[in-house]
C-alpha cells in the first residue's frame, strides 16, 4: 500500500512538472489535405508545406518531423528523421519554418515522386496510452506524364515478313495510360484503330504497316505524344492494269508497268522483255520511260509506235531491288478499232525519232511567243 502511494506522488510529481500533455495539430497543409483519405496530393516540382501546431510543449522538448515510406507491396520503411525543431537534416531539401512561436512548419522543396510518402510531426512526451504524441499526413505526388526516351522506340525498319515490337514506357502518377494510334486514323496490324498497351507487337510486316505510329501516354495531370515511323522494306511488285490490252495495226500503243517496291526500284533495275525472252531497248519503234510517284511507288511506260502484226504478243516487266525481283506479264491483242493512249488520244504511226522533233518544235515554238 506504502508503495502505490509513492508512485501515485511520483506520478502527480511528472505532472507537476511537464503539466498537462502537449496537444499536436496540422493546422494548414499546401496543397491541401483530402478530409476523406488524409492524403496531400502534390504536383511533382512544386514546394509542399504542412504546418504543425504544438500546445503545452515542455520547454526541455523538441519538435521533430520525421517521414516513413510506404512501398508498392503494402509494407512501410523505418521512419527517418527529418528535422530537429527548426534545423533539417538536408536543407537542400527541407526547411522548418516558424511563422508563429507554437507553428513548425515543414516546407519540402521541389517535391519529387521520391519524397512520396508519411510525414510526421510528434514530441518525445508520450500520452495516457504510452504513445509519442504525433499527427501526420500522407503525401503523394502527381505529375503530367513524359515519355521516356531510353525506354520508347524510334523511327525503326522492318523487312517483310519480319517481326518488331514498338515500345512506349513513360513517367507519370498516376501511372499512365498509354494508347496507339496510326496516322490517318488507319487500322492497326491485328486490328482495330486504337491499342492501349506499352508494347505494340507487329507479326509478320507487311507493306500495309508502313506509316506513322502515335504513342499517347495519358493520365490525369496531362498528355505526352511520340511519334514513330515504320519503313517496311520489301522487293518490287510489277502489276498491268489490265493484262490484256488491245490496240490496232499502225497505231501508237503505251503499256504502263506499275511497280510498288521499297526501297523503290531506279530505272536500272527495271527491265522489259518479249515472249521469247529478247530485253526490249530504246529505239525507232520503242521508247521506255521511267516516272517516280509516292509512297515507294514507280511508273515504268514501254511505248511502242506504229504498231505491226509481230506486235501483239506477251510482255514482261521484271523489276529488282535490294530485297528481290519480281515480274509482271501481259498481252498485247490485236483490234480493228483504234485504242486511245492514256491521255486519250488517238496517235497513228509515227516514232520515238518523230515524237523527240515534235516535242523540240512544240518547245522552240513555245519560247517564240514568250
Not at 515542455?58 to 512501398?71: A, G, R
Request: glycine share 8%.
Amino acid at each position: 500500500m506504502k508503495g502505490l502511494l509513492l508512485l501515485a506522488c511520483i506520478s502527480v510529481g511528472i505532472v507537476n512538472v511537464y503539466g498537462q500533455v502537449p496537444i499536436l495539430d496540422i493546422i494548414q497543409t499546401v496543397p491541401e489535405t483530402n478530409t476523406v483519405t488524409n492524403e496531400m496530393r502534390a504536383q511533382m516540382d512544386s514546394d509542399v508545406t504542412l504546418s504543425c501546431m504544438v500546445e503545452n510543449k515542455p520547454s526541455d522538448v523538441s519538435v521533430i518531423w520525421q517521414k516513413i515510406i510506404f512501398y508498392p507491396n503494402g509494407t512501410k520503411g523505418d521512419p527517418f528523421r527529418i528535422s530537429t525543431d527548426t534545423h533539417p537534416e538536408d536543407n537542400t531539401k527541407y526547411s522548418i519554418e516558424k511563422p508563429t512561436p507554437l507553428v513548425w512548419r515543414l516546407r519540402i522543396k521541389a517535391i519529387q515522386i521520391v519524397d512520396e510518402g508519411y510525414y510526421n510531426c510528434y514530441v518525445q512526451v508520450t500520452d495516457a496510452a504510452g504513445n509519442n504524441v504525433q499527427e501526420g499526413r500522407t503525401v503523394s505526388v502527381t505529375a503530367a506524364p513524359k515519355i521516356l526516351d531510353a525506354e520508347s522506340s524510334s523511327d525503326s525498319t522492318v523487312r517483310e515478313g519480319e517481326n518488331i515490337d514498338l515500345h512506349c514506357n513513360a513517367s507519370g502518377r498516376p501511372f499512365p495510360t498509354i494508347l496507339w494510334t496510326k496516322g490517318g486514323n488507319a487500322v492497326l496490324p491485328g486490328g482495330g484503330v486504337t491499342r492501349l498497351s506499352s508494347l505494340l507487337t507487329i507479326s509478320n510486316a507487311e507493306p500495309s504497316f508502313r506509316g506513322t505510329y502515335m504513342c499517347t501516354a495519358m493520365n490525369e495531370m496531362g498528355i505526352d505524344r511520340r511519334s514513330i515511323y515504320l519503313d517496311v522494306k520489301f522487293a518490287p511488285r510489277p502489276r498491268f492494269d489490265p493484262v490484256r490490252q488491245l490496240q490496232a495495226i499502225g497505231y501508237r500503243k503505251e503499256i504502263v508497268c506499275a511497280i510498288e517496291g521499297n526501297p523503290e526500284p531506279l530505272p536500272n533495275q527495271i527491265s522489259w522483255v518479249n515472249k521469247m525472252g529478247e530485253r526490249i531497248t530504246d529505239s525507232s519503234r520503242f521508247k521506255i520511260q521511267y516516272s517516280l510517284g509516292a509512297m515507294n511507288r514507280v511508273e515504268s511506260e514501254l511505248t511502242i509506235f506504229n504498231v505491226q502484226e509481230e506486235d501483239f504478243q506477251q510482255y514482261s516487266c521484271r523489276a529488282f531491288n535490294n530485297e528481290g525481283s519480281s515480274l509482271a506479264t501481259m498481252e498485247l491483242v490485236k483490234t480493228d478499232t483504234p485504242q486511245p493512249g492514256k491521255i486519250g488520244q488517238i496517235i497513228a504511226g509515227g516514232s520515238a525519232t518523230m515524237v523527240s522533233i515534235a516535242t523540240m518544235v512544240v518547245c522552240i515554238v513555245v519560247r517564240l511567243i514568250h
